[in-house]
Structure formats: structure tokens, C-alpha cells
Nanobody, 114 residues
Framework: QVQLVESGGGLVQPGGSLRLSCAASGSIFSFDAMAWYRQAPGKEREWVATFTSGGSTIYADSVKGRFTISRDNAKNTVDLQINSLKPEDTAVYYC????????WGQGTLVTVSS
């Protein structure tokens, strides 16, 4: 059974930064692609970034250049460094293991407001 626990969210002013972290447990291996998604109030969940099984990174156009996804296989964590935050980045952020499409954590709320 796979479990995902996100942390690091909070209230931040526009232009600020946060570092989100996801601790994964269970049958997760270094070859598993992992991703971050987000869901803004009243909107559908959207993909943000992926750390692929080959170690490359892919980003949604809306966050490219501002967000950085990284992974620590030894700790089984995947982080999301988010910089130059905008009000439209306000959302609950979720990490995700691509191989387990039905598994989601509780998410961590990021609120960008002055």
C-alpha cells in the first residue's frame, strides 16, 4: 500500500517562495515517476510537474521557470520548490506516483495573498 504525505504549504505574499515536500511510503521504487498536481478553489485538479523515471523533469507552461521538482530516492521524498509566487498559484498541492493513479495524499494548501 502506498501512502503520500505532503507538507510545507502556507500563506505567502506575491513574489515569495515555498518549498513543498512529499514523503512517500510503501511500494515505491527509484524507477517510479512522481509528480505534483494542484487544485485551485472551484477548479479541477491540474498537473504541475513530473520527475520522470529517467531522472528528467517536465513542467506545465504556467510554472516553468518558477517551480523546480526534485527527488531524493534515499529518503523517498519528492520536493517542489516554488518561487515568484502569484495569486493564481493559490491551490492545494498534491504529490502523485504515476504508477498508482488512484493514490493521493491529503495535499498541502498554498495561499498567495498580500
Amino acid at each position: 500500500q502506498v501512502q503520500l504525505v505532503e507538507s510545507g504549504g502556507g500563506l505567502v505574499q506575491p513574489g515569495g517562495s515555498l518549498r513543498l515536500s512529499c514523503a512517500a511510503s510503501g511500494s515505491i521504487f527509484s524507477f517510479d515517476a512522481m509528480a505534483w498536481y494542484r487544485q485551485a478553489p472551484g477548479k479541477e485538479r491540474e498537473w504541475v510537474a513530473t520527475f520522470t523515471s529517467g531522472g528528467s523533469t517536465i513542467y506545465a507552461d504556467s510554472v516553468k521557470g518558477r517551480f523546480t521538482i526534485s527527488r531524493d530516492n534515499a529518503k523517498n521524498t519528492v520536493d517542489l520548490q516554488i518561487n515568484s509566487l502569484k495569486p493564481e498559484d493559490t491551490a492545494v498541492y498534491y504529490c502523485h506516483v504515476v504508477r498508482y493513479p488512484a493514490v493521493w495524499g491529503q495535499g498541502t494548501l498554498v495561499t498567495v495573498s498580500s
